[in-house]
């Protein structure tokens, strides 16, 4: 009795011939045709979340608009429309033709295989091309989710230093920004920002304090930093917020505190200039070109210019230290300059970093902004509305600029006190004289509003 091959036995023989191969591999162009219209919808919502602007259509010619209805083999059932599906020109001599690689898309479509062509390499090579380019999908969307969540740790992780000379008023100031920032909420996740101001594991790692004797840029350094203050337990998903202030230059000159750099005698015999150009005055308390580029790898690094009228600065610590204001006032110009490079490098970052094509039209990142302390005192107001105002403006831009959700914070000023000093009367008749020519020098310089704000009325400082 002749022996009947089994069904599974005919399929078999039938798939392992040469037109076997060919159809398989047309099974396997469909399959790997679904899984790219997949992964396009996917790329599409991924660029939708970063912008609620739609991407505009390419301008690249080989990119398909399917609009118009791809058919099956049948020629019959009309594929799903794809959005923008780039692919090679159509081969309009209804043959079976695989990408060669000199085109940007992925494969050309048809229908019916040439009886000239060698059917077996052919299907060959379209199956181990559908398999590449699978692969090559689920690399890119991991690659893509693995940025995503590594910029959300980097997001979630913010440090603010709070930039002025000293007698800016940080101690006014300071308050009412922690304030503001324990009053937020984040809305994806319903949980308080955790903040933490002036932590002695970061004074340690900039200035030196505490006696650390490792250098700022040891990597051992910066790894204990981050993870202290900004520990992966979950996953980076808490908003974390540190905050630092201090001032330019810090510490006396008998200061027991370690400072890498300490505040130096030579800066109230130098010059403005002098004193800017100083490795020394440069680097105390810190280097803020090396700071920034040190730990913006690891956090989201945003600096805050606190400024206060020029003639209130030098009358604040006028009788600190025995220093006489007249080496005092080229010590505290020469680090205004230093803030205004410093301030200048910053805005150069930010059009470099905003230009390079970031994906979905992204809102641009501003690394500065400023504060100015005559427009929170309310003497310089004609009515306790005007003052009010003035300050929520203030909120207004400072929670814009730092990307947190909400601006109300009814007790952010309630620690809020003005100095009742005449800086005249505290600087005498001679020293204000000095004062005002020196003022002189810092016409067009400081306030840095070349470089720094956004053009607000509160953001006008007097200088």
Same mark, same amino acid.
């Given at each position: 009795?002749?022996?009947?091959?089994?069904?599974?036995?005919?399929?078999?023989?039938?798939?392992?011939?040469?037109?076997?191969?060919?159809?398989?591999?047309?099974?396997?162009?469909?399959?790997?045709?679904?899984?790219?219209?997949?992964?396009?919808?996917?790329?599409?919502?991924?660029?939708?979340?970063?912008?609620?602007?739609?991407?505009?259509?390419?301008?690249?010619?080989?990119?398909?608009?399917?609009?118009?209805?791809?058919?099956?083999?049948?020629?019959?059932?009309?594929?799903?429309?794809?959005?923008?599906?780039?692919?090679?020109?159509?081969?309009?001599?209804?043959?079976?033709?695989?990408?060669?690689?000199?085109?940007?898309?992925?494969?050309?479509?048809?229908?019916?295989?040439?009886?000239?062509?060698?059917?077996?390499?052919?299907?060959?090579?379209?199956?181990?091309?559908?398999?590449?380019?699978?692969?090559?999908?689920?690399?890119?969307?991991?690659?893509?989710?693995?940025?995503?969540?590594?910029?959300?740790?980097?997001?979630?992780?913010?440090?603010?230093?709070?930039?002025?000379?000293?007698?800016?008023?940080?101690?006014?100031?300071?308050?009412?920004?922690?304030?503001?920032?324990?009053?937020?909420?984040?809305?994806?996740?319903?949980?308080?920002?955790?903040?933490?101001?002036?932590?002695?594991?970061?004074?340690?790692?900039?200035?030196?304090?505490?006696?650390?004797?490792?250098?700022?840029?040891?990597?051992?350094?910066?790894?204990?930093?981050?993870?202290?203050?900004?520990?992966?337990?979950?996953?980076?998903?808490?908003?974390?917020?540190?905050?630092?202030?201090?001032?330019?230059?810090?510490?006396?000159?008998?200061?027991?505190?370690?400072?890498?750099?300490?505040?130096?005698?030579? +800066?109230?015999?130098?010059?403005?200039?002098?004193?800017?150009?100083?490795?020394?005055?440069?680097?105390?308390?810190?280097?803020?070109?090396?700071?920034?580029?040190?730990?913006?790898?690891?956090?989201?690094?945003?600096?805050?210019?606190?400024?206060?009228?020029?003639?209130?600065?030098?009358?604040?610590?006028?009788?600190?230290?025995?220093?006489?204001?007249?080496?005092?006032?080229?010590?505290?110009?020469?680090?205004?300059?230093?803030?205004?490079?410093?301030?200048?490098?910053?805005?150069?970052?930010?059009?470099?970093?905003?230009?390079?094509?970031?994906?979905?039209?992204?809102?641009?990142?501003?690394?500065?902004?400023?504060?100015?302390?005559?427009?929170?005192?309310?003497?310089?107001?004609?009515?306790?509305?005007?003052?009010?105002?003035?300050?929520?403006?203030?909120?207004?831009?400072?929670?814009?600029?730092?990307?947190?959700?909400?601006?109300?914070?009814?007790?952010?000023?309630?620690? +809020?006190?003005?100095?009742?000093?005449?800086?005249?009367?505290?600087?005498?008749?001679?020293?204000?004289?000095?004062?005002?020519?020196?003022?002189?020098?810092?016409?067009?310089?400081?306030?840095?509003?070349?470089?720094?704000?956004?053009?607000?009325?509160?953001?006008?400082?007097?200088?």
């Amino acid at each position: 009795m002749d022996h009947v091959p089994s069904t599974s036995a005919r399929f078999a023989s039938a798939l392992l011939s040469p037109w076997g191969k060919v159809i398989a591999a047309l099974v396997c162009l469909k399959v790997f045709t679904y899984t790219k219209i997949a992964y396009d919808q996917m790329d599409a919502e991924y660029s939708a979340s970063l912008s609620s602007t739609p991407p505009a259509l390419s301008s690249n010619p080989n990119v398909y608009n399917t609009n118009q209805l791809l058919y099956s083999n049948d020629g019959q059932n009309p594929l799903p429309p794809l959005q923008a599906y780039e692919t090679s020109s159509i081969n309009i001599d209804n043959n079976l033709n695989i990408d060669n690689g000199d085109t940007p898309g992925f494969v050309q479509f048809n229908t019916v295989p040439d009886a000239n062509e060698n059917n077996e390499e052919t299907a060959n090579s379209a199956m181990q091309q559908s398999m590449d380019e699978i692969q090559q999908l689920q690399q890119k969307r991991q690659q893509q989710q693995q940025l995503t969540q590594e910029q959300l740790k980097k997001d979630n992780c913010q440090i603010i230093y709070i930039l002025g000379v000293e007698g800016a008023i940080h101690h006014g100031f300071t308050p009412i920004l922690e304030a503001l920032a324990k009053s937020q909420v984040d809305p994806n996740t319903g949980k308080a920002y955790e903040v933490t101001y002036a932590p002695k594991v970061l004074r340690s790692a900039l200035f030196g304090l505490y006696r650390e004797k490792r250098d700022m840029d040891d990597p051992t350094l910066i790894a204990k930093v981050f993870r202290e203050l900004c520990p992966e337990t979950d996953d980076g998903k808490t908003k974390r917020i540190i905050i630092e202030d201090s001032s330019f230059p810090s510490g006396a000159m008998d200061d027991p505190r370690s400072y890498r750099i300490r505040r130096q005698a030579s +800066w109230m015999t130098s010059t403005m200039e002098e004193v800017a150009n100083d490795e020394l005055a440069i680097n105390h308390p810190v280097n803020l070109k090396k700071f920034y580029e040190l730990y913006s790898q690891h956090a989201n690094v945003q600096f805050i210019l606190l400024n206060r009228p020029f003639l209130e600065t030098m009358a604040s610590h006028a009788n600190d230290w025995g220093e006489e204001v007249a080496g005092r006032s080229n010590m505290i110009r020469g680090f205004m300059l230093i803030l205004k490079r410093f301030l200048d490098h910053l805005r150069q970052e930010e059009e470099r970093s905003n230009s390079g094509g970031m994906r979905g039209g992204n809102k641009k990142k501003e690394l500065s902004t400023i504060v100015c302390a005559d427009k929170i005192m309310s003497k310089n107001y004609e009515s306790d509305y005007e003052a009010t105002m003035a300050r929520q403006h203030i909120l207004d831009y400072l929670t814009k600029f730092l990307g947190w959700p909400s601006s109300r914070c009814p007790e952010c000023y309630s620690t +809020w006190k003005e100095s009742k000093k005449d800086p005249a009367k505290v600087l005498g008749e001679k020293n204000l004289g000095l004062m005002l020519n020196d003022m002189k020098e810092l016409e067009g310089m400081w306030p840095p509003l070349d470089v720094i704000g956004s053009g607000l009325p509160e953001q006008q400082c007097s200088l």
